[in-house]
């Protein structure tokens, strides 16, 4: 049973560029939450989503990011015209529902903005 | 802003329990508190969760006191592989959703 995947692992972006992380749940799960993690610092809520809704994006910058999981595929987070302060470890989780259920984590995408 | 404290840094000889406190004093009476773990920069791994009862399983044991106020993860017989980041999460309704707020976590060290 293939565990959160995440891709890309790495990236690396120049100032002013897009960046686009993607992320697929675990099979079976519908709940998917990105977290960001500065060096040093705990993970820091972003956004929740279910299939083709946005349920909570209060962790989100107001500008710039932006989130969606489409009926098909995996979620996308995009981070427009990026900055040296994107930098970064992007982590995604999911879970089968949300009430009680625990959230299962990916690997991360480092994201490096030069 | 984290609703749980704990130690920054710990060691643990190989072999011994290791022991990693929890403050949570604000917690809620519907608020589970959660273990992950994070090794070098991989993902955090789940480890336990509980509400008010002591639980375990094949990772390790959870301690949560009368009053909740505070809960200690024990892993039992520690191995150099348990030397990771420990973050005790307290999972919180906000605005009607389940979120995670992870504080700075505890570095565990595991010594040979």
């Known amino acids: 049973n293939a565990g959160v995947m995440q891709n890309p692992r790495h990236l690396v972006r120049r100032r002013g560029q897009e960046a686009r992380l993607r992320c697929s749940p675990m099979?079976?799960?519908?709940?998917v939450y990105w977290y960001r993690q500065l060096p040093e610092e705990g993970l820091k809520f972003m956004v929740y989503?279910?299939?083709?809704?946005?349920?909570?994006e209060s962790g989100m910058p107001k500008e710039r990011f932006s989130a969606e999981f489409p009926k098909e595929g995996p979620s996308i987070l995009r981070i427009q015209q990026v900055v040296r302060g994107d930098s970064a470890a992007y982590f995604c989780?999911?879970?089968?529902?949300?009430?009680?259920?625990?959230?299962?984590f990916g690997p991360g995408t480092r994201l490096t903005v030069l | 802003d984290a609703k749980t404290t704990q130690p920054p840094s710990m060691d643990c000889a190989e072999g011994r329990a290791a022991n990693l406190p929890c403050n949570h004093s604000?917690?809620?009476?519907?608020?589970?508190v959660y273990w992950y773990r994070q090794i070098h920069s991989q993902g955090p791994q789940y480890i336990i969760h509980?509400?008010?009862n002591n639980e375990t399983n094949e990772m390790a044991s959870l301690i949560i006191t009368e009053d909740r106020k505070s809960s200690t993860l024990i892993l039992p017989h520690a191995t150099l592989r348990d030397t990771a980041v420990y973050y005790c999460?307290?999972?919180?309704?906000?605005?009607?959703?389940?979120?995670?707020?992870f504080g700075t976590g505890t570095r565990l060290k595991v010594l040979a």
């Open positions: 989780a999911s879970s089968p529902g949300q009430f009680t259920d625990t959230q299962y």
């Open positions: 099979k079976g799960h519908s709940h």
């Open positions: 989503l279910q299939k083709e809704n946005i349920i909570d």
């Open positions: 604000t917690i809620s009476g519907n608020e589970y």
């Open positions: 509980g509400l008010k």
């Open positions: 999460i307290v999972r919180v309704r906000d605005s009607g959703t389940y979120k995670y707020i």
